[in-house]
C-alpha cells in the first residue's frame, strides 16, 4: 500500500537481519519484507530489502504513513479514508491560502 506520508532509511548494521519480523514475498528487485506496526494515532507499513554479508548486513527500509481511523475495519477503508482526509485538508488549505493573499494584496 502506498501513501503520500513516506519515511525511508538505508545503511548498514551489524548481526543478523530482523527477517522473523517480516513477511517476504518476490519483488522486481529482490525479496521484500513487509511489517504493519500500529501505534495510538498511525498505522506503518514497513518495506525492507536487505543483503545480508558475513557479519553484517545492508538495509533499505521504506515506511508508508497512514492516520489511523477508529471507524475503519480493513486497509482498504483506511486508505480512503486518508484519501478523503488528505482532499478535505487540501481544500481548507487552498482556502486559507487563496484568503492571505486576498488580505495581503487588496485592491488587485
Partial sequence: MY??????????KSGQ???DE??????ILGR????RVETK???RFENLRISQKVDH???SRRSHWFIKFPYCKNDKQMLLANIVFFLIFLQLF??????LMIASFPGQ
Fill in 41 to 43: 494515532m498511525f498505522i
Fill in 22 to 27: 517480516y513477511q517476504w514475498k518476490d519483488g
Fill in 94 to 99: 487552498g482556502r486559507v491560502f487563496k484568503a
Fill in 3 to 12: 501513501s503520500i506520508a513516506q519515511t525511508w532509511r538505508s545503511g548498514t
Fill in 17 to 19: 537481519a530482523p527477517i
Fill in 57 to 59: 548486513y545492508w538495509y
Fill in 32 to 35: 521484500v519484507g513487509t511489517k
